[in-house]
């Protein structure tokens, strides 16, 4: 018998985040261990009136690439692939690994050229969802792997990736409209704001660093409310930085607390020093060489693709998956590589790594306190150690 939980969230993933209408041809791009759900999301896009596809992910495919294969051929995006994302009205992403590390062990610059086989599929994804053609949503099946990575069983990781969609609720797809209502709110008043500045203090001794300052320019930018509508669980909202020639792009540095996570390797104490909206110098206690590696891929990685704030409170412990680690309440994330066309920044890469800054106040390895973060717009302070100031927005209810 199949999780209820399942029934539950493929109900609010096809009629609440894809509103699928009848003709809609609904692709579900999963790997084999996600057959509950992608079963369940056949059956409630059949009763919906779209016609359901699969199409299969395998790790096993990837690794016999970068094991046996050229590099015209690692690099290459299947025309098949290409096929299925220009045709499909709405696309199901499910992360269901059985093995999350399974590339960690093979060399970054064959990975980097995986990476950059998913260029044309990324870029035509983005320019079909900025025009509205497609509609589609990433999600989580919950896996062993997944619950290793979180330290979790998997009955705990469970309840972690339920509760963050709000599934124990009664009416999920309600709570997700209200929270709709709240974070319209932050992007109202961020809207037409030119410059975003975000900041969080250093941290001292041995394993300390220099804090976080970065000002990003987001004169040109769109700043988008997510809600559940493309991530499920969500829970932020973020705009494209305003690159040069038309913008000022992004300046300072970040040192970003959170390990960041990409392709199944952990990068520790990432530094990035931005200059005019691309990175000039990064490093990284552990896994810099990889670091380094995705940086250099293509002339976009260096650039800021994204700039956002978590909104969600229900997510309180870090899980090393990007999914839930970006939505954080009181974090803010940047994403350098390929941008949202409709959030104003129309750069291109096949990176897009998001990386997670915590502004909630803490302790050091020493056990001193450290205290939070502040995000503010044109000197206006509206975000202070992790909560935003103005009643009425998310986690400020």
């Not at 079963?39 to 495919?61: C, K, N, Q």
């Not at 990035?272 to 810099?288: I, M, Q, Y």
Request: charged share 25%.
């Amino acid at each position: 018998m199949r999780d209820p939980h399942i029934d539950k969230l493929a109900d609010v993933l096809v009629n609440y985040s894809a509103r699928v209408k009848k003709g809609d041809i609904v692709g579900i791009m999963s790997e084999p261990e996600g057959g509950p759900l992608i079963e369940a999301l056949a059956e409630a896009t059949i009763r919906a009136g779209g016609d359901p596809v699969w199409m299969t992910r395998s790790t096993h495919f990837a690794e016999a690439l970068l094991r046996m294969g050229t590099d015209e051929q690692i690099a290459k995006c299947h025309p098949i692939y290409m096929q299925y994302i220009e045709t499909v009205d709405v696309h199901f992403s499910l992360l269901a690994d059985s093995n999350t590390r399974h590339l960690s062990r093979y060399d970054p610059r064959k990975t980097a050229l995986l990476q950059q086989g998913r260029k044309p599929f990324l870029g035509t994804f983005m320019r079909r969802s900025a025009e509205g053609a497609l509609r589609w949503c990433g999600t989580q099946v919950p896996t062993e792997a997944h619950a290793q990575d979180a330290e979790m069983s998997l009955g705990q990781y469970e309840e972690f990736v339920y509760r963050a969609g709000l599934l124990h609720l009664p009416d999920p797809a309600a709570e997700w409209r209200r929270i709709e209502e709240r974070q319209a709110r932050v992007c109202e008043f961020l809207q037409g704001r030119k410059i975003v500045r975000f900041r969080a203090p250093g941290i001292p001794g041995p394993h300390g660093h220099d804090g976080t300052d970065l000002t990003v320019d987001v004169s040109k930018a769109t700043w988008i409310n997510c809600c559940g509508h493309e991530n499920f669980p969500d829970g932020e909202v973020f705009a494209g930085p305003s690159l040069p020639p038309g913008g000022m792009g992004v300046d300072g540095h970040v040192n970003y607390t959170f390990p960041a996570v990409y392709q199944g390797r952990e990068v520790h104490g990432v530094r990035l020093k931005f200059k005019a909206g691309k990175v000039v110098d990064a490093c990284a206690g552990k896994g810099e060489e990889f670091l380094i590696r995705m940086l250099d891929q293509d002339p976009g990685a260096r650039f800021l693709g994204e700039i956002a704030i978590g909104t969600n409170y229900s997510i309180t412990e870090f899980s090393k998956n990007t999914l839930f680690d970006e939505k954080f309440g009181g974090t803010f994330h940047a994403a350098v590589g390929a941008g949202y066309p409709e959030s104003g920044n129309t750069n291109e890469s096949g990176l897009h790594w998001d990386m997670v800054c915590d502004l909630r106040p803490g302790r050091a390895h020493d056990g001193a306190a450290i205290p939070g973060g502040s995000i503010e717009a044109d000197g206006e302070v509206f975000h202070r150690d992790g909560k935003f100031l103005k009643s009425g927005w998310p986690g400020n209810d």
